[in-house]
Structure formats: C-alpha cells, structure tokens
C-alpha cells in the first residue's frame, strides 16, 4: 500500500480492533496530545517497537542564502526529531 492517510489509518485500524471509528479517532488525538506535551515536558516520548520522539535544541550557526548567496545568522532554536527504534529497523530487513 502507498502513504496512507490519516483517514485511511483510522479505518484500518477500527476495522482491524472492532473498535469504532470515533473511538479510534479520540484515541488517536490523545496519544498525539499526550506525545506533544511529553516531549515538551520531558524532553522525549517513546512509542515501543516504532521509536521515540526526542527534543533536541539547535545551536545559533552562520548560514547562506541560496538566492544571493549572501551569509546570514540562523538563530538557536528547539526542534522534535523522531528516531527510528532497532525493532522497526530489524522488520524491514
């Protein structure tokens, strides 16, 4: 199957949990609610045999602009990055 969408996940997955859809969509909100504050708090939420969300903070560096060419400042900044866990990998093998 090609990238699915969110609707698409949620049918499957109240298809394959007889669970209905509704119910499936709130679970799902949820545990996204409850992984951005986690990451936010904590600074990490794992989600056993996919992998886990890590906040990572960037420092200031000196970058170009592609369009002149020019160098410009990038400021620090905190962004979410998602690492893939050893489970997930050893499936696609």
């Known amino acids: 199957m090609a990238k699915m969408t969110k609707s698409q996940i949620l049918a499957t997955?109240?298809?394959k949990t007889n669970i209905?859809?509704?119910d499936v969509t709130m679970l799902m909100d949820t545990l996204t609610e409850m992984a951005y504050s986690e990451v936010k708090g904590s600074g990490e939420f794992t989600i056993p045999g996919i992998g886990k969300l890590v906040k990572v903070d960037r420092?200031?560096?000196m970058g170009?602009?592609?369009a002149t060419g020019e160098e410009i400042k990038i400021p620090a900044k905190t962004v979410v990055k998602f690492r893939v866990a050893k489970a997930a990998k050893d499936a696609l093998l």
């Open 59 to 61: 420092k200031a560096r």
């Open 20 to 22: 209905s859809k509704k």
């Open 64 to 66: 170009r602009n592609p």
């Open 13 to 15: 997955l109240a298809e």
